[in-house]
Nanobody, 124 residues
């Protein structure tokens, strides 16, 4: 069983930045694709960004493209989501997820393991 632990959430003003981290327990982390999703109050969980096993390929949702950047450090068993130019509509619980197949995926059902989530609140 792989454990994923998110950190780095918090309260920030609009226009500010945060970096989320997702630490994985598995030594096979380097073979996993990673994804970030979020769930805003009253809304369904939505895709934010994904990265393949190597870290060479990424994909970001249109709503965050140019502002958020996903990355992973296989040596540290950690994935990141750098969030810049934050907006109030980015307020949500952010979840990281791991996909054993290793390729970029945008669908919730593609992912095998999930973290507990970290709250991000952006004030106007």
């Amino acid at each position: 069983q792989v454990q994923l632990v998110e950190s780095g959430g918090g309260l920030v003003q609009a226009g500010g930045s945060l970096r989320l981290s997702c630490a994985a327990s598995a030594r096979t982390f380097r073979t996993y694709a990673m994804g970030w999703f979020r769930r805003a109050p009253g809304k369904e969980r939505e895709f934010v960004a994904a990265i393949d096993w190597s870290g060479s390929n990424t994909y970001h949702a249109d709503s965050v493209k140019g502002r958020f950047t996903i990355s992973k450090d296989n040596a540290k068993n950690t994935a990141y989501l750098q969030m810049n130019s934050l907006k109030p509509e980015d307020t949500a619980v952010y979840y990281c997820a791991a996909d054993r197949r290793g390729a970029i995926a945008t669908q919730i059902w593609s992912y095998d393991y999930w973290g507990q989530g970290t709250q991000v609140t952006v004030s106007s």
